[in-house]
């Protein structure tokens, strides 16, 4: 067993890929232990194999046409024509054309890679500084993996056999929770730096209004369909690449072959190494249940104390620090087999665990020193990391007062999967 976990860290501090770390790690420990060779393919295939991952290619195949067929561009001309009078007006412009395209793509990285382009652009134009511009696009993009549609939630509803149907509006109040809140942070800085506003005209809103009224109606067929029961979230990623190529090519005509390519290219490839994690983080699961190291942790966890708060707590506490170093898509499948047992005797919601687990996940996507998200603004905004992380600290704490919010008070998440989804 020291040969699994010292390998596994010596590659993670070294710089290999996460996903190559938990496989070499796992085959190195299932070789050590004597494990049969098929096991080491059959474990990966097995954690793969699962009719709801489907889902992942196709909402991030979704997303990135809904970036390269330019409807981001509309969604956000409208948000801004919406709350861009308000002070502060592109930075809320900003945040809530994050929560429009989180009801797409599911995805943070597409929508820090793709939106966040286009509205940082617009704030520098306007004034805002770079760190503002970058810091409020990194934490606005948390919302898309929170917000329905979620692949994290997928992973999760998966790993764990819960409906992923009720995940997914588990997360439609925390997500809308997490869009006040950031709004009303830029709102003081707003007033503090007398940014400026952007003019309110009611005929310019209601001209971009029905310019993307299509793209703004997509998270709202996609949640008719949950709460009706009309598809499945498989179905529903199907859905959205249908819908999101079909106004790309015949509305706007913004989309052309060589782009549908390379959406093509990019989406295999993004979600490949998504898969990949997951395959390589089961086998090393398996290792893990099979010389009872998750059952050592559970217990160490438990000897602390029996209460679920502090239980949720502590375990709030873990996912924050993993999250700030690895991929939300490892943590999930690495550790739900550790919390899993420790969660369901306590009684807590699964519903509810798995929402606050992926809240935890996605604010260490945009914590220093390695959130992904961070790294991926700073490459298309060319802003220097330490002045990033500088910008993002203030933006952590409306984050973390909504995941201390949904941890606490669990109706928040579940009320609404409970009311409209059977």
């Known amino acids: 067993m020291a040969l699994f976990f010292i390998s596994f860290f010596v590659l993670l501090i070294i710089g290999v890929p996460i996903s190559i770390s938990i496989g070499a790690s796992a085959v190195l420990g299932c070789l050590s232990l004597g494990y049969p060779l098929m096991v080491i393919g059959q474990k990966m295939v097995t954690g793969i194999d699962s009719y709801l991952l489907i889902a992942i290619p196709l909402f991030v195949l979704a997303g990135n046409l809904m970036n390269a067929g330019k409807i981001t561009d509309k969604i956000f001309n409208f948000c801004k024509e919406l ?7 592109l930075g809320h412009a900003n945040i809530v054309a994050s929560i429009i ?51 994290p939630l997928i ?63 997509t998270p709202l067929i996609i949640l008719a369909g949950f709460t009706t029961g009309w598809f499945t979230p498989t179905e529903a990623s199907s859905i959205a690449v249908a819908y999101s190529l079909v106004i790309s090519l015949f509305v706007y005509r913004t989309m052309d072959w060589k782009t549908f390519k390379n959406c093509l290219l990019e989406s295999a490839i993004t979600s490949a190494n998504t898969l990949f994690i997951i395959g390589t983080s089961t086998l090393f699961t398996y290792v893990l249940v099979k010389e009872g190291i998750s059952q050592q942790i559970a217990d160490l966890i438990l000897g602390i104390s029996d209460n679920p708060a502090v239980i949720l707590l502590i375990i709030n506490i873990i996912l924050l620090i993993l999250g700030m170093f690895m991929e939300p898509g490892a943590i999930l499948t690495l550790m739900l087999p550790v919390l899993l047992p420790i969660v369901k005797p306590l009684g807590i919601d699964l519903v509810h665990f798995g929402v606050v687990m992926v809240l935890n996940l996605m604010i260490g996507q945009v914590t220093p020193p390695f959130g992904v998200c961070l790294f991926i603004i700073s490459d298309v905004a060319k802003i220097k990391l330490d002045k990033l992380y500088r910008s993002i600290l203030p933006f952590l704490i409306p984050l973390l007062v909504v995941l201390f919010l949904c941890t606490y008070i669990p109706g928040i998440i579940t009320w609404l999967p409970y009311t409209l989804v059977k």
Do not use: C
Not at 83 to 89: A, C, L, R, Y
Not at 111 to 138: C, H, P, R
Not at 191 to 213: A, C, D, T, Y
């Open 83 to 89: 709350v861009g009078w308000i002070p502060g007006g």
């Open 101 to 151: 395209f989180a009801g797409m793509s599911g995805s943070a990285a597409a929508d820090a890679g793709g939106l966040g382009t286009i509205e940082m652009q617009a704030m520098t134009t306007n004034g805002y500084s770079e760190e503002f511009s970058g810091a409020v696009t990194a934490a606005s993009s948390v919302i898309g993996p929170i917000f329905p549609p979620s692949i």
């Open 155 to 217: 992973i999760y509803g998966a790993t764990a056999s819960v409906s992923v149907a009720q995940l997914f509006m588990g997360g439609v109040v925390p997500g809308l929770l997490m869009g006040v809140a950031l709004m009303i942070l830029v709102f003081i800085f707003a007033v503090k730096l007398k940014f400026e506003r952007h003019p309110f005209n009611f005929g310019i809103m209601i001209r971009q209004f029905f310019s993307s009224v299509l793209s703004l109606i």
